[in-house]
């Protein structure tokens, strides 16, 4: 029978914060492992709660093929409101489950993965489409964890910043963020109040809001060759992404639940405003020109938490600081 192991935060913060650019490397491969079609994602799955609209818990089930195949599915929360309460908005699980037998094999606490895989994929976004021009100035928009996390990967991977801007609707929140940013990273940071003004001036943008509807709209100007990191996915305005060029993760699975790719497609009746996927650029299959700004909207792949919940998996396992959970299965046979 098989055994059945649970990696807790604690473990899993560790390897995340020990070799960021081993997940990010993890991610670039996962990436272009799914654009060969050696993976199945399929479509996530919402359950929403007609007395709480804001609140939501997506389901995500995913398969990695290739040498060591596994399957498994992401469960997560997102209660905006619980960050009244002091508690993070995300909590999530993620289980694995054998690809032979489909036995579950581990569960992982999985909003850190969440947010290393999100992290991790906006990094290699900058790396991959941001001009090589330096220094910069950086943009956060939302000052909650997942932004805090791609100033992590951001700074890991040498970013020459410049200048961190950090707006919030909560001024507090951004305050925060700055002083987290300065005293981890070095980086001159400053909390600001007035978006247009940073909009018109940074050189690479970061949204990470849990704003319902878009608000980026035709008043803010934008740069020629300015990164837009879509995070958050409902920010941006149709009216602005078609002047863009779009860089997707997967194109079908991320015009859909009313993110700005899906409301662009619904407005203009076309998917000619997108240029690509990630991996189409890590080819070189897609080239983009510098003649305006660049969107990058990762809908969030399935396949990226299984691949670095594995890993994790793996090291919490050879570093014996996985917990066992014996007669987790019964003593049952098939006759």
Sequence with gaps: MSTFHVIDGTVAQDVI??????????????????????TVNPDSYFLRFPDNPGARIIALPAHLGGEAPVSGLKWIASYPENVRQNLPRASAALLLNDAETGYPFACLEASLISAARTAASAALAVETLAPDEAPRTVLFVGAGIIGRTVSDFLAARGL??????????????AEKFAAYTADTHGWQARAVSEIDAALATADLVVLATTAPAPWLADGQTLLPDQLILNLSLRDIHPTVMVKCHNILDDIDHCLKAQTSPHLTETEYGTRDFIDGTLADVLRGTVVLDRDRPTVFSPFGLGVLDLAVGCHIYRT??????ATEVPHFFPELTRW
Excluded: F, K
């Design 17 to 38: 914060t020990s070799a960021p650019s081993e997940i990010l490397e993890i991610v670039r491969d996962t990436y272009l492992q799914h654009s060969r079609g050696a």
């Design 160 to 173: 020459n910043v410049r200048e961190c801007l950090v707006h919030d609707h909560v001024d507090a929140y």
């Design 316 to 321: 919490a396992l050879d570093t014996g600081r």
